[in-house]
């Protein structure tokens, strides 16, 4: 997962706390994905962005935001965690006109 | 339903076995990805097929379009190979997953 970053590592929130997972790439990909990974579940997305300024959703998008201003940087917003948002996020990163992706190390959230 | 089904969710090899990992989907594909996460979490790209066969080292995927469905083997498995093994499945610009075959390879 070399060129893709994410912090935290861990972070544990209280329910109704908010808060922001950053991922950064320094391969100039123009997609980039967020992921999260239930236990026994298969990864789902939750938002995708095909370059910066532009965004969409993906099957699980309901209580998370995300922005792209630039290339490098997509984050991922959650508005008042709930305990259902506990899981592991791992974001990705695809160049255009390949299938490749690439994945980041994973932010591992408990919401108690 | 989910798009993408593996299986076997659960496999235990002995060192030397010949390995094979099913992969089962349902939805009009681009592309089809064979990802390793290891125990510690990562995930890494091993594979990506739209037709016939491709062999990495010990590693070889083939894919079928017309029966969807897709394999990965491992020949002489070794420990190293434990990980958590993912077929996944590119429509369009978003991708499905399926849950995973956990391989557990035991000296």
């Known amino acids: 997962n070399a060129g893709v970053t994410q912090t935290p590592k861990f972070r544990i929130l209280k329910i109704g706390q908010s808060m922001t997972l950053q991922c950064t790439q320094d391969?100039?990909?123009?997609?980039m994905y967020w992921y999260r990974q239930d236990p026994g579940m298969g990864l789902k997305l939750i938002y995708y962005?095909?370059?910066?300024?532009?965004?969409d959703k993906g099957e699980v998008p309901n209580g998370y935001n995300v922005s792209r201003s630039t290339t490098e940087d997509f984050p991922l917003r959650l508005e008042l965690a709930a305990p259902s948002q506990t899981s592991v996020y791992f974001c990705?990163?695809?160049?255009?006109?390949?299938?490749?992706?690439?994945f980041g190390p994973g932010t591992r959230l408990t919401v108690t | 339903k989910n798009e993408v089904e593996q299986s076997p969710q659960n496999l235990t090899a002995q060192e030397g076995e010949f390995i094979t990992i099913n992969c089962s989907y349902s939805v009009g594909i681009s592309a089809l990805h064979w990802l390793q996460q290891h125990p510690g979490g990562g995930i890494v790209s091993l594979f990506m097929l739209s037709s016939g066969k491709k062999k990495h080292g010990r590693l070889i995927a083939t894919i079928n379009i017309q029966e969807k469905h897709s394999s990965l083997h491992i020949t002489a498995s070794h420990p190293r190979d434990s990980a958590v093994y993912i077929c996944a499945v590119r429509t369009g610009n978003q991708f499905y997953f399926g849950t995973g075959t956990s391989l557990t390879v035991i000296p």
């Open positions: 990705a990163v695809r160049l255009a006109g390949t299938y490749e992706q690439y």
């Open positions: 391969m100039n990909h123009n997609y």
């Open positions: 962005s095909v370059g910066a300024g532009i965004t």
